[in-house]
Nanobody, 117 residues
Framework: QVQLIESGGGLVQAGGSLRLSCAAS????????MGWFRRVPGNEREFVAS????????TYTNSVKGRFTISRDNARNTVHLQMDSLEPEDTARYYC??????????WGQGTQVTVSS
């Protein structure tokens, strides 16, 4: 089991940037693909971005393509989400997740991102 701790959330004006980080412990980080999800109260959890174990491939939901960038540092057991050109619609709690064997299995507690208009 992997323990995940997110950080970097906050309040930002529309058009601004934030960089989320997720620190992993308790497992072999490079064995896991990693993802970022977000959730607004009352809504379903939404996939945002993912990155493969080596970092060679990334995937994004359409609404963040060209604005968000996921990256990972296997030497530091961290995954990041660089968020640029933020929009009020990006306001949510953002969660980091670790996956193996085709499924996300471990989740962090989340970090709140609020974008003001």
């Amino acid at each position: 089991q992997v323990q995940l701790i997110e950080s970097g959330g906050g309040l930002v004006q529309a058009g601004g940037s934030l960089r989320l980080s997720c620190a992993a412990s308790g497992g072999t980080f490079s064995d896991y693909f990693m993802g970022w999800f977000r959730r607004v109260p009352g809504n379903e959890r939404e996939f945002v971005a993912s990155i493969t174990e080596t970092g060679a491939s990334t995937t994004y939901t359409n609404s963040v393509k060209g604005r968000f960038t996921i990256s990972r540092d296997n030497a530091r057991n961290t995954v990041h989400l660089q968020m640029d050109s933020l929009e009020p619609e990006d306001t949510a709690r953002y969660y980091c997740a670790a996956g193996s064997h085709g499924a996300y299995r471990d989740w962090g507690q989340g970090t709140q991102v609020t974008v003001s208009s």
